[in-house]
């Protein structure tokens, strides 16, 4: 338990920890709304904003969030009027958000030691005011969730279905896009903004497999990443590599375990039937 | 009082005209079974009613007001034709998916979880589905997950609901089973029932209305009324569809 002993590193824990909560909450909806690339378009609109917001002078994370909120408006009103080119306006918005980043970091001349901490996350450069943001955005972020959870439920069921209930889906949309552009700006300081999208997916999709309820899926995704955070940032600290490659690994790993042990219980399970029937 | 009223209703997918000219009234308790060729417009009827879709032309009330007041005030209930590409992989069991429709309805607000718990079960008798409660809604039959919209849509209490071919793709037992399902629900529940079906037969043996369409309103009435009425139209889309 030495890395507990840095500050550093207590920071990053806190960080992480909040990360890992408030990321599948939210991945769970963009999974079963099947918008699991939302969180990469959004990624590239904070790479963007940090930039711009190092240009202007800004608190980067704060350039980030002004610039992906932006950007998921923009995304969400594309989706409500052209529902038939959802992916071609999230691709448009995806490549201005990389262009604009390479605009703004040739124009501010950002060392790339800064970029590269945005991009692939980093343990040391996490500060008390990036713990302080993360924990006002994930608490503004599970607050509304509690709130709007069963209406997010049933617009991922069935869009009409909903409206015709009386959900005024227009907005609950434009809210939920909102609120995953929050979470790409909380999972940016630790996973790095070009992998915040698997810390969001990677667990609901090893939890999928589980076969479980909606809210038990939930949990377990929420388990998944709290334990792939966990390792991911005790072997970042002593292999002394970036974070979000070692976290996101991590989480792939639990999903092939999981993918594997079922397809094992499940041809287990077809064989001890077929011997059964054989004998009878 | 859940009183339906189309006055005039036209509706033009962009020059195409799909609907002409529609004047019919639904009355509250009524079961009304919308009939007609592939393409004749019964799902965009249906979606005109809902307010999913707006009518180029003409005006239609539901319960008095406008389809959008009604919808505020949880009146209507709605379950579409294509659930199952959505619902096979989706994460929930069938109580969870019952109480989307309690939880999601405006006219719901307050209950205790005790008080939502015997809705749910008390839904799920009522479409024979009480012993599915625990499984996931994707693992289920495909009439076994009409069954479970029709209680996620009765859960919030509805005064109409509104079901376009809830049996296609459904075999004849378990169609047969959703018929004799709404028929009852109709009469226990006094819900008002429109639902477009294409099996003619059975839609005249359980409602007590039909609406057949084919781009405009060839016959409103009595469904014994239709059956004596209509057989040369009945055996004309027979083929054409």
Known sequence: MEFLQYDFFQRALAAGLITALVCPLIGIFVVVRRQSLIGDGLGHLAFAGVTGGYLLGWYPAVGALALTVTGAVGIEFVRQRHKQYTDMGLAIFFYTGIALAIIFSTMTRMPSS??????FGSIITVTTTDVA??????????????????????????????SVSGINTPLINMVFSILTAFVVVVGMA?????????????????AYQLRLGFKKTLGCAVCFSV?????????????????????????????????????????KGRFSHKSISTRN | MCEVKLSKVAFAYDRDNVLNDISLTVNQGDFTAVVGPNGAGKSTIIKIIAGILSPTDGTVSVGGGTVMAARARGLISYVPQNYGKNIVGFPATV????????????????YTVHTVEHIVNHMLELVGCQELKKRRIGDLSGGQQQRVMVARALAGNPELLLLDEPTSGIDYEASTKIYELLGHLNK?????????????????????????????????????DFNSTHLGARHLWYYSG
């Open chain 2, 95 to 110: 109580a969870e998916i019952v109480k989307l429709g309690i939880a999601a309805s405006p006219r719901n607000k307050g």
């Open chain 1, 133 to 162: 943001l993360i924990a006002l955005c994930s608490v503004t972020v599970m607050t509304v969730l509690y709130f709007l959870f069963d209406k997010l439920m049933l617009i991922a069921l069935d869009e009409d279905v909903a």
């Open chain 1, 227 to 267: 334990l792939s955070v966990l390792i991911g940032l005790i072997l970042s600290f002593y292999l002394d590599i970036a974070p979000g490659g070692t976290i996101v690994m991590t989480a792939i790993i639990i999903y092939v375990a999981i993918a594997v042990c079922r397809q094992f219980f499940e041809f």
């Open chain 1, 114 to 119: 800064g970029l590269l901490s945005f991009l």
């Open chain 2, 188 to 224: 226990s529940l006094s819900v008002t029932v429109i639902m477009i079906s294409h099996d003619i037969d059975k839609a005249i043996s359980w409602a007590n209305k039909v609406a057949c369409i084919n781009r405009g309103l060839c016959f409103y009435g009595n469904s014994k």
């Open chain 1, 190 to 206: 630790v996973v790095g903004i070009l992998l915040v999208s698997a810390l969001m997916i990677v667990p609901v999709a090893a």
